[in-house]
């Protein structure tokens, strides 16, 4: 999760926006690909297997994009003669809420961004532009090796037994 949340707002924060990558973005949502190089030998099984739930889970994940421009001060108001704070470097900060079975991210982007959103006619005018993603693993497991040793480890315990 964190490694997908960290690619979408360097996507959409670091590089010039791309109108393409956007609309497909709001219509089809990113496909996320993940690589692992676990076998699926001995004790590897495991963790291959918690790697597969963890990777499908994240299809599961509702992205919501919001503008990140936003009162600055949180809605106060400076007094008549106040000496102004000084320019704050506030990053944007996305946040998760909801559970396993229902996560939702709330991903700030650029105004400019969001004005490169299509609008869809079934999206209400009020809300949000949201996007689920097509997470894909792929593992090229190395495990020609392993299965020799496996091979002779229980020739060796054979023989000595």
Not at 97 to 118: K, T, Y
């Amino acid at each position: 999760m964190t490694t997908l949340v960290t690619s979408l707002m360097t996507r959409l924060w670091c590089r010039k926006a791309d109108p393409l990558f956007v609309t497909v973005l709001a219509h089809l949502g990113p496909l996320a690909e993940f690589e692992c190089l676990v076998s699926c030998h001995g004790r590897e099984e495991g963790m291959l297997s918690d790697m597969v739930v963890a990777v499908e889970d994240l299809g599961t994940v509702e992205f919501v994009m919001v503008s990140s421009a936003g009162p600055q001060n949180g809605g106060r108001t400076r007094s008549e003669g106040a000496v102004p704070p000084p320019p704050s470097y506030e990053l944007p900060m996305p946040y998760v809420s909801g559970n396993r079975c229902g996560l939702r991210v709330v991903l700030p982007v650029p105004e400019h961004v969001l004005s490169l959103l299509p609008t869809a006619n079934t999206q209400q005018p009020n809300d949000p532009p949201s996007f689920c993603v097509t997470p894909v693993l792929f593992n090229v497991g190395i495990n020609e090796e392993v299965r020799h040793s496996y091979v002779f480890y229980s020739l060796a315990v054979f023989i000595l037994a």
